[in-house]
């Protein structure tokens, strides 16, 4: 038996900022819920299922939210599934649900992530002091800052390629009212002219860190069919891990990222993603991470990504936009990023997005990552059904 | 319970405690503050259930209790449903003697609110029995507002129903401060327990594996590759590589170090995986990739302090270009 087609009817998310004190953490999954829901023309009762999923609970020290959230996402008497893979986790959240479509487990299904940084603290969270161990030396960016260094040492790239990509998604976000950032004054030179912090990783390059969450309704054909408003089609979907260190990870294109686009580019039978695809909604933290995953994905050949970037190809106005919606750069709750990004590829070929739509965008990937780039996991959407 | 550790294993306590906050929203806000002003608020289902403590979203329905529900005041007594007695009380909790932890049906509410009776003796404790609410002397905006339920002598009022309440209060209580902790005893296992005895020695140590040959630091007791536990205790070093660096910039909240300062990627000699180690000895924007440095103590540290340059020429990117 075939799997069941899987359709995206609904699509909801918060505004973002830098603190949401207006909304208790209950009150911010559930804007964001009730937004897909509407979208999909659906109430809480046609849910079967919800699958939640967020950074790390110590983030903002709820053990076990899944639980206190139930009440919010009018989950009682229904499965509540909660997914854990780091930064990747709204991705493998909304992958997750969609298999429960695909498989037939429930027709109509529910999923959410969220961070609500402002309540949490990410730097702590993720440095405990260790006994025994040496301080560590740098936070999230000095920890990828030197795998930065080490692309640019193998591609050549000219320094400010990570300029052009933070002023790129910047201004893309001031098409997008859900974004946290709105820089109307951002110039390229005020980006080049940032603080350095984590050489060669300057201030403009760097993510926020926002309050906010993201939510989808999976559904099978026949809710496709009753959807007021057209779907997104997932056409392949896929996660692979590895660990953080092992002798010859290669951080500057892993391993599990390449074997992960290769299986859904399988599985929606794209063979030229670069022709193929016609937007990509990449999690890209920091700016250089755009030419490196422009590469981990297949969109350019080993050391060529930057020339993408460089050429304008990945403007809203390119062949191959990256980040119509301002990415991860303008928009960051750490655990809802990985579906922001999902989301905003099925806003794009629903050509549902706004200012920031792609104009006759029908096939779209959503990309997410997280750890020490050791998780993975991205989709493929369309606007046509897949071939059965 | 606890496991004691392997033979040979280093171990320290380790606490993490942090403040974390929380915004309440409207409904926990209403609550909250109406705590600290000694009236205790639920909340009314469309059902006509009267929810205490008062939920955001209804339970039964999710509907959005802010939206639809209604506060209303219920009494400061109520009826224990069921409890469990607490002979050594942790810090922070409620009460510093034994106490029982009860859910109590105040009078007006058909839930049952947590928290902690004090009562002389497990004996003086039983399901059905009437309590009330002592409140805390300072009240903030908090749980701990009610400071205990106690014993009440008085029988019981007959049932009246839970009084509408407006729900608003000068000066709103819209967050909270939940002071969060976790005490464990630390152990960094056999492997890396043998890499920092040797480290306090100064001689810095990796372990090979048995099936793909690499010598891996600090060893963690397996290959993440071949997921087998590694034996061979190997000396690297003290020299090694600089495969990959940045330039830290901005200071660490907790970290005695000067900025700006080189972190870097060190390929000890004998290694096949980098450790992460400061540079030093060379001005910061002469550190570069392939650089040669050796590991520096301080005395009486068990880490070293950080690496400085040995002066011989750069290793060439050929032999370093498969660990980055
Ligand atoms: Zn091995």
Redesign the pocket.
């Known amino acids: 038996m075939t799997k069941e087609p899987v359709a995206v009817t609904g699509i909801g998310q918060t505004r973002h900022a830098a603190a949401r004190r207006d909304v208790s953490l209950p009150g911010l999954v559930r804007e964001a819920a009730r937004r897909a829901l509407d979208d999909a023309g659906l109430d809480w009762p046609d849910v079967e299922a919800v699958v939640l999923g967020k950074a790390p609970d110590f983030f903002e020290g709820v053990m076990t939210p899944e639980l206190c959230l139930a009440d919010a996402l009018g989950a009682t008497g229904k499965p509540v599934l909660r997914v854990h893979t780091a930064g990747s986790v709204g991705g493998s959240t909304a992958l997750v649900a969609a298999s429960l479509v695909a498989a037939r487990v429930h027709r109509t299904v529910l999923t959410v992530a969220y961070e609500k940084q402002s309540e949490s603290n990410a730097m702590w969270a993720l440095s405990l002091p260790v006994p025994f161990q040496p301080p560590l030396l740098a936070g999230a960016g000095g920890f990828f800052a030197p795998h930065v260094r080490a692309y640019i040492r193998r591609s050549g790239a000219p320094a400010d390629t990570g300029a052009l990509v933070a002023h790129k998604d910047r201004r893309n976000a001031l098409l997008n009212p859900f974004a946290h950032l709105h820089e109307h004054d951002l110039t390229l030179e005020k980006v080049r002219s940032s603080p350095m912090l984590w050489d060669p990783i300057r201030y403009s390059e760097t993510c926020p860190s926002s309050d906010g969450a993201c939510a989808m309704v999976l559904t099978d054909r026949a809710g496709a069919a009753r959807a007021p408003r057209p779907p997104a089609w997932l056409h392949g979907g896929a996660m692979r891990s590895e660990p953080t260190l092992f002798p010859g990870k290669y951080f500057v294109s892993p391993r599990a990222g390449r074997d992960c686009a290769t299986d859904v580019y399988r599985q929606a039978g794209v063979t030229d993603p670069r022709h193929d695809i016609d937007v990509a909604e990449l999690y890209v933290p920091f700016s250089w991470y755009e030419p490196m995953w422009l590469e981990n994905l297949g969109f350019a050949e080993e050391g060529q990504g930057w020339r993408l970037t460089a050429s304008g190809a990945t403007a809203l106005d390119g062949d191959l936009p990256v980040n119509p919606s301002g990415g991860v750069l303008s928009t960051n709750p750490i655990g809802a990023s990985g579906m922001l990004r999902f989301a905003e590829a099925a806003l794009q070929v629903r050509g549902l997005a706004g200012d920031h739509q792609v104009p006759g965008a029908r096939r779209a990937l959503g990309h997410a990552y997280g750890g020490g780039s050791q998780f993975f996991a991205m989709w493929l959407v369309g606007a046509e059904p897949p071939a059965t | 319970m606890q496991a004691d550790p392997a033979p040979g294993s280093l171990t320290a306590p380790l606490t993490l405690s942090f403040p974390f906050t929380r915004s309440l929203g409207p409904v926990l806000g209403t609550f909250l503050t109406g705590l600290r002003e000694r009236v205790v608020l639920g909340i009314r289902t469309p059902a006509g259930r009267v929810l205490v403590p008062p939920t955001e979203y209804d339970p039964a329905t999710g509907a959005g209790l802010g939206e639809t529900g209604a506060f209303v005041e219920v009494a400061p007594t109520g009826t224990v449903t069921t409890w469990a007695w607490n002979p050594a009380p942790r810090p922070g909790q409620p009460l510093a003697h034994p106490f029982a932890w009860v859910l109590v049906r105040l009078d007006g509410a058909d839930t049952a609110l947590l928290h902690a009776l004090d009562a002389p003796g497990p004996h003086a404790v039983r399901t059905g029995q009437r309590v009330r609410i002592r409140w805390a002397a300072e009240r903030t905006g908090a749980i701990t507002d009610i400071a205990c339920f106690i014993p009440d002598p008085a029988p019981a009022a007959p049932p009246r129903p839970a009084a509408p309440h407006p729900g608003t209060f000068p000066d709103p209580v819209t967050t909270l401060t939940a002071p969060a902790r976790l005490d464990y005893t630390h152990t960094p296992g056999r492997a890396q327990s043998r890499h920092l005895t040797a480290l306090a020695r100064h001689e810095l140590t990796g372990e090979r594996?048995p099936?793909?040959?690499?010598v891996l630091v600090p060893p963690r007791g397996a290959?993440p590759?071949?997921g087998?536990a590694t034996t061979d205790v190997v000396p690297v070093g003290p020299r090694g590589t600089v495969t990959t660096f940045c330039i830290v910039n901005i200071k660490a909240k907790d970290l005695a170090i000067d900025v700006p300062y080189v972190y870097a990627h060190i390929l000890l000699d004998g290694a096949d995986l980098p450790l992460h180690g400061r540079i030093d000895g060379i001005p910061h924007d002469q550190v570069r990739m392939g650089l040669r440095v050796e590991a520096v103590w301080t005395p009486g540290t068990r880490h070293p302090a950080h690496y400085r340059p040995t002066g011989e020429p750069d290793a060439p990117y050929t032999a370093y270009e498969e660990h980055l």
Do not use: F, L, R
């Open positions: 594996c099936a793909c040959a690499k290959c590759t071949c087998v």
